[in-house]
């Protein structure tokens, strides 16, 4: 299999329970829910998005196996310094290495030989996905967002991750499914401020939701 990758890089997760965990991203190309390309944003199922997963960057590009793709991930991490304890780039005890596999829609190339060669390098693999696919028992994190108008595959998780508000998916949609936590994220565009107090007011009445915030956009990570 060959894999399209818009962009590989090392990070600090900026949403949900992973928030602050230093993490290589590896954002996919291509979604089920919009070509990414503006000229077709209004025709889209998803119609907020504000990720650019089209083609492949310059630290991105197309890897013609799981292995190769898996090295250029474990790359990433040990060239940011953490080249610690071996081949594996872990100290005794040191926490594992984190993955996120995103997108786009990363469901859509992710696969279960990739996942095996990560693991084989040390990795906890994480994947976002917006649920229209089911997600391989072998991932190690699982985080839902769905999509107002997408059906819902993936109904079980580590995290659901709601971007709120949207119309005709209200949060009691959700919070009956098997996941571990419930995040409402507020809708980022013009009305971020209003959208936040909307979410917070929301958490406060149902405690079993949990704000998230992109912190990563509030300090200026990538």
């Known amino acids: 299999m060959t894999y399209t990758v818009k962009e590989i890089f090392y990070t600090?997760?900026?949403?949900g329970a992973q928030t602050g965990r230093a993490a290589v991203f590896c954002r996919f190309s291509g979604c089920n829910l919009w070509s990414g390309r503006e000229e077709d944003r209004s025709r889209a199922v998803c119609?907020?998005?504000?990720?650019?997963?089209?083609?492949?960057g310059p630290d991105g590009g197309r890897f013609g196996s799981a292995e190769e793709l898996a090295?250029?991930?474990?790359?990433?991490w040990e060239g940011e310094g953490r080249g610690v304890g071996g081949s594996s780039g872990r100290a005794a005890g040191?926490?594992?290495?984190?993955?996120?596999c995103t997108g786009g829609e990363p469901l859509l190339q992710v696969d279960v030989n990739l996942i095996s060669e990560l693991h084989e390098r040390g990795f906890e693999v994480a994947v976002e996905t917006n649920g229209t696919r089911p997600a391989p028992q072998s991932l190690d994190w699982i985080c839902v967002s769905p999509k107002a108008g997408a059906p819902l595959v993936q109904t079980t998780g580590s995290e659901l991750k709601l971007v709120y508000p949207q119309d005709n998916a209200p949060p009691e949609k959700f919070e009956q499914l098997d996941f571990r936590h419930f995040f409402l994220q507020p809708m980022d565009g013009p009305a971020t401020a209003a959208n936040t107090e909307r979410a917070i007011e929301?958490?406060?009445?149902?405690?079993?939701?949990?704000?998230?915030?992109q912190t990563h956009k509030l300090v200026g990570l990538r």
């Open 12 to 15: 600090l997760q900026g949403e």
């Open 47 to 56: 119609q907020f998005c504000d990720t650019d997963f089209v083609g492949t």
């Open 71 to 76: 090295d250029a991930i474990d790359r990433c």
């Open 94 to 100: 040191s926490p594992k290495k984190y993955v996120v």
């Open 202 to 213: 929301y958490c406060l009445k149902h405690p079993r939701w949990r704000l998230s915030l």
